[in-house]
């Protein structure tokens, strides 16, 4: 690599891990032990911070920042931690590693590596050398992986934004806003459905669900406004501008309705249930990171419903979101 280049690369890794140690969030599940990683090890140092189960883990992912997440649990717990709300949340910036209480067999490590998980061990993995290796190792592939994601702007299944294009929108319009003052809003939205779906009519087909998803989400916002995919079952819209707070609000229930009738894929009907959070500028965030895992730590923690009639809500309203008022649906009604 040229010196120019791996300056820059340096640089970012830098950027990307600080000069501390790496903060690791440690979750205990019920019937499983983290092991005690040595905190001075030569792969770390590590800043280890206990955490009793998945929904207080779930909240402290949506207050702080984590370079690696490591959940122990049963192994027949482990085969549900794709269905829990706040992993999107999990694999999106730290390394995610699962210790189960078994040896973890090949079909479900290919099923956790598939939806984000960095590495699948037993908790007999030794806690003072290979462990903290993993985890090392864990850390440093996320930091390369986010480093060649940088140079691409869309993700390639949906064609809208992905996460860093989004938070390069917002980081400009704050920007903007500091000269300009006026309300705005970053919508994060979890979608149930895509893991039945890809269970009943495989991968492709789930692609195709997730392309259907972000077209009617495109149709219920305003051209000025932004859709963004941010992972396997998440979205985001960026709202750039409105009068009212409670506009966040009437967007988000119009876009949750636009979800609701059922998409035609490979020939069946499937339907997809959403959970939506609102972090509205500056109230909740004042840069465009604190912003996004605001609405997304709100929305992990949100019912989805929708299935059988649409809700979403948000913590500072909780109950349905009212009825876009004298507005379109934001979807032509195809499927």
């Known amino acids: 690599m040229r ?36 905190a001075a090890s030569p792969f770390g140092p590590f800043d280890l911070r206990p955490c009793s189960g998945l929904d207080a883990a779930s909240e402290r992912l ?34 995610l590693l699962v210790l189960t209480t078994d040896e973890p067999g090949a079909d479900l490590v290919m099923l956790l590596a598939r939806r984000g998980v960095q590495d699948v061990l037993p908790i007999s993995t030794d806690p003072v050398e290979a462990l903290p290796r993993a985890l090392r190792l864990a850390v440093e592939r996320k930091v390369q992986d986010r480093l060649a994601r940088k140079a691409y702007a869309t993700d390639l299944l949906t064609g809208l934004p992905n996460q860093g294009q989004l938070i390069e929108h917002v980081n400009q319009l704050i920007a903007l806003r500091q000269r300009e003052p006026a309300p705005m809003a970053v919508l994060a939205l979890r979608v149930e459905g895509l893991a039945t779906t890809e269970a009943r009519l495989g991968r492709e087909s789930a692609n195709v669900l997730r392309r259907k998803i972000g077209v009617r989400l495109r149709v219920g916002v305003r051209s000025s406004d932004v859709v963004a995919s941010i992972g396997v079952d998440m979205f985001a819209v960026l709202l750039s501008k409105f009068q009212d707070p409670q506009d966040a609000d009437r967007v988000a229930a119009k876009l949750a309705a636009s979800l609701h009738p059922p998409f035609s894929v490979s020939g069946s009907d499937m339907a997809v249930a959403v959970a939506i959070g609102i972090a509205h500028y500056p109230y909740d965030g004042k840069d465009a990171a604190t912003l996004l895992r605001r609405a997304v730590g709100l929305c992990a923690s949100s019912q989805a419903q929708g299935r059988a009639g649409f809700a979403s809500r948000e913590e500072r309203a909780p109950g349905a ?13 195809t499927k």
């Open 3 to 38: 010196p120019f280049l791996q300056a820059k690369a340096t640089a970012f890794v830098k950027t990307e891990l600080g000069t501390g140690p790496l903060r690791v969030l440690m979750v205990a599940c019920e019937g499983a032990v983290s092991p005690p990683i040595l």
């Open 62 to 95: 949506a207050a702080d920042r984590f370079d690696a997440v490591v959940v122990a649990a049963r192994t027949v717990d482990a085969r549900r931690l794709p269905v829990w709300p706040a992993l999107s949340q999990a694999v999106a910036e730290p390394a």
């Open 321 to 333: 979101l009212p009825s876009a008022a004298n507005d379109d649906q934001g979807s032509d009604g």
